[in-house]
Structure formats: C-alpha cells, structure tokens
C-alpha cells in the first residue's frame, strides 16, 4: 500500500514537471512570437517604466533614431527628444504614474525627436500603457512625419509658384466652379474685363462676362 501512494506521489510530480515544462515551452514561444512581431512593424516602438526608462526599442525605433538599442536600453527615453523638452515629458510621466491620466493614453499627436547626429525630426506618437499589474509601463508607438512634413511643404511651395505665374500672367485667367460661379481672376482678367478689383468678382457667373446676344449659345 505504502508502495503504492509513493508510486502515485511520484506519478504526480513527474506529471506537474511535464505540465510546468509544457507551460515554459509555450511562454517561450509566445515571447518568440512577440519579438518576431514587434521586430517586424513598420513604425518605432518603445517601452519605459514608470520612471521613464526605456526597457525595450524595437529596429525600426533603431533606424529612426539612429541609435542601437544597447545604446538606450536603461536609460531614460528623453535622450530621443531635443534637451528642451526633457523636463516637461519627465513631469508627464511622473503625474501619469501617479494620477493614471486616461486623457494622456491612446491620443495621437506630432511632437519633435532628436536622432543620434543631433537633427530634429517631427513624428507622430501614440502611447499606451501596457496590460498588468504594478507600476505602470509605457509603450510608445512612433512614426517619423518628416516626409509627409516636406510633401506638405512641396505642395504648398507648388502652389505659390502657381499663384505667382498667374498673377504675373500677360493673359487672363478666370476660374470657376462647376456651377460657374467665378472663383477668382487675375489682374489680366481685371484689365481686359475692365471689371473693378478681383474682390468684386466673387460669386459672378461667368456668363456676366459674355455679351447678352451671345450667352444662349454658351454652356452653362
């Protein structure tokens, strides 16, 4: 009988080793997976505790920032923002680890980072806490803007050259919505029309323009 219940006993310990390894080989696994994941993502991504301190920077986090993860894995995550705003994020992080601000978690919006050759860059951030329990961590999901940023910029110089040709333009030029209605003239336009100033143009149609005995002909 007594052989039997350590037979049992040892049954039991052998089965709780099995199910403890089976339940390590899946943790592993599925840190695995996460690793493989997080490398694979597009955007930055990196994790700090309640302090600020960056536990975790992902490759594309590296290259944005120019700096490898061994360089700023235990320390703090301001040394990827310019020097002026260190002490501003500092309070942010304290308060929010004490208060748990809801306000600040989930909210996309631009700030300015700092890459390792001293340049500032804008970049989209998004923060949220990580799931568990204790002190709260941070995880940051980063994206560098600067090539939506000069796009913008490209557009916008685009269309003051534009501008400035038809101003400058020896010929008229009138622009109007579909309906007709006249959006704006430039000075050639002023001239030849011998209308008033651009200003008194807005909401003409452009038939006003054309003789009377000739509008029936024309396309509205």
Not at 55 to 68: K, L
Request: charged share 25%.
């Amino acid at each position: 009988m007594r052989a039997a219940k350590r037979l049992l006993a040892a049954a039991r310990v052998l089965l709780s080793a099995g199910n403890r390894r089976a339940a390590e080989r899946k943790l592993r696994a599925s840190e695995e997976w996460y690793r493989t994941l997080v490398a694979s993502v597009a955007d930055g991504i990196v994790s700090i505790d309640a302090k600020g301190i960056v536990e975790t920077m992902n490759p594309a986090a590296e290259q944005m920032f120019g700096f490898a993860a061994d360089e700023v894995l235990g320390r703090n995550v301001t040394m990827l923002m310019p020097e002026r705003f260190r002490p501003v994020h500092d309070r942010h992080v304290r308060r929010f680890a004490a208060q748990r601000d809801p306000a600040l978690i989930g909210l996309r919006r631009e700030v300015v980072g700092w890459r390792r050759n001293g340049q500032e860059f804008p970049m989209m951030l998004a923060l949220n806490v990580a799931p568990g329990r204790g002190d709260a961590r941070f995880v940051a999901l980063v994206t560098d803007m600067t090539a939506q940023k000069r796009a913008r910029q490209d557009i916008a110089e685009a269309h003051r050259r534009l501008h400035s040709m038809i101003e400058a333009a020896p010929f008229a030029i009138i622009t109007t919505d579909a309906a007709g209605i006249v959006d704006s003239v430039n000075p050639a336009a002023e001239r030849l029309t011998l209308y008033p100033a651009a200003t008194s143009w807005a909401g003409r149609w452009h038939r006003s323009t054309i003789p009377t005995r000739c509008r029936s002909g024309q396309p509205t």
